[in-house]
């Protein structure tokens, strides 16, 4: 019988990488603070978006919920005033975008829709309705009126 040596690196090399893969995964994804996300630039916003896409793209499930509450919770938790003035300066950006920039956000938007599951697309809805429940008479009416007519 001979006498041979097995070379494992690059099987461990292999699992090495696995490993990395896995632990890269369960970090959780840090939810950006509001007001800091409000103070970068729309290319940094951009930057930002994009990252944060491919980092959910890769979550699992579970992860991306986790994600979502944890935005939620951290808008709830800013005062009226910080969230009216977050608003206003949202709406100021979106108003000082070129009608091709507006268009493309939406564009991407809608075929982040589209692409979502028929679960995903009821879960966003349910999101929104109680989002829309946790709204005051006077923000529901303003809402509705700023919203387009189909």
């Given at each position: 019988m001979k006498n041979r040596l097995v070379d494992y690196r690059p099987a461990f090399a292999a699992l090495l990488l696995a490993l990395s893969g896995l632990a890269a995964q369960a970090a959780p994804i840090e939810v950006p603070d509001p007001k800091g996300w409000a103070a970068l630039t729309p290319?940094?916003?951009e930057e930002r978006r994009a990252a944060l896409k491919r980092q959910l793209q890769q979550a699992t499930?579970?992860?991306?919920?986790?994600?979502?509450?944890?935005?939620?919770?951290?808008?709830e938790t800013l005062s009226p005033h910080d969230r009216k003035a977050l608003a206003a300066q949202t709406r100021d950006r979106w108003e000082t975008l070129s009608p091709e920039q507006r268009?493309?956000?939406?564009?991407e938007r809608r075929e982040q829709i589209k692409g979502m599951t028929p679960e995903q697309r009821r879960e966003l809805v349910q999101?929104?309705?109680a989002m829309l429940e946790k709204l005051s008479p006077e923000e529901r009416r303003a809402l509705r009126e700023k919203l387009p007519r189909d």
């Open positions: 290319e940094q916003q499930p579970a992860e991306r919920q986790a994600f979502r509450q944890q935005l939620r919770e951290r808008l268009q493309r956000l939406m564009d999101q929104r309705r």
